[in-house]
């Protein structure tokens, strides 16, 4: 390969996986439709700009945008309070462009809500 | 290319380090938006006064505020380059990123010409009138640059 440095940089953004690419502006979400997952989490990202998780709804895995983490950590939430295999409730708006994406208004984890607006 | 440019950027150590420092991205941010009122608010003082009076005195304004706008112009890129790269490859195709560099090429191009043409001119206080129409796409560029990178978290 003619560039090698940038060759690793480029598989080493392969390999963190496409849902940064996938994340959408807050404009394209339906505030009318409100949907609510209760689910373990598959998968969770503690990353800037926004937190994600990964839940499982109507048995197809969904993306969920969380708050940015400086503001998930103001409210009290922490990363090891979204391991995998926790269970967690979500509330929020389904994509208008990712049948599977949506952004939550709020996260009840360990009996609480947090409001993440 | 340019694709690819965004997808080494997001995965290098910038895009890393961006994406797991609540601290690092969340200063970026805050110092972004004050580089944006330094970069908007200085060139909109200076412009308009090279718009009234026939530009009359204007380099009185224009060096204090020529170097406030260049300093926000300085802060405006480490700060850009570190919010582009936590996600470049969404961030990088967005329309309105896209609005946004174009606006940026036309606002420096346009200091540019404004300074190499009239540069002396200012200093020695007396611009000619054709300068104005330089003053006008400076306030137009600067202006739709700061409005098109806000859409960018709405598109």
């Known amino acids: 390969m003619k560039y090698p440095l940038f060759g690793l940089f480029f598989s080493g953004a392969l390999l963190t996986g496409g849902f940064a690419a996938a994340h959408h502006g807050w404009g394209s979400y339906d505030a009318g439709r409100l949907v609510s997952v209760t689910s373990d989490i598959q998968q969770a990202n503690w990353e800037n700009p926004h937190v994600t998780v990964v839940v499982t709804h109507e048995n197809k895995n969904w993306d969920a945008v969380l708050a940015p983490p400086f503001r998930m950590s103001a409210r009290g939430l922490n990363p090891d309070m979204l391991k995998p295999g926790t269970s967690v409730r979500l509330e929020g708006y389904p994509s208008t462009r990712m049948e599977t994406e949506m952004r939550a208004e709020r996260i009840v984890v360990g009996g609480k809500t947090y409001e993440l607006r | ?155």
């Open chain 2, 1 to 155: 290319m340019y694709l690819d440019l965004l997808a080494a950027l997001e995965g290098s150590w910038l895009g890393h380090a961006g994406r797991h420092s609540a601290w690092l991205y969340t200063a970026a941010n805050l110092l972004h938006v004050l580089g944006a009122a330094f970069v908007v608010g200085g060139i909109a003082v200076f412009d308009l006064k090279v718009l009234a009076e026939h530009g009359k005195h204007a380099w009185q304004v224009g060096r204090h505020a020529i170097p406030i706008a260049a300093a926000g112009l300085l802060l405006q890129i480490p700060t850009g380059v570190l919010l582009l790269a936590v996600e470049a490859r969404a961030l990088g195709t967005n329309p309105a990123f896209y609005v946004k560099l174009a606006f940026i090429a036309l606002g420096l191009v346009n200091v540019a010409l404004f300074h190499a043409r009239f540069g002396s001119a200012l200093r020695a206080g007396a611009l000619p009138p054709e300068a104005r129409t330089y003053a006008l796409v400076s306030l137009l560029a600067w202006i739709v640059t700061l409005l098109a990178g806000r859409m960018i978290a709405y598109l």
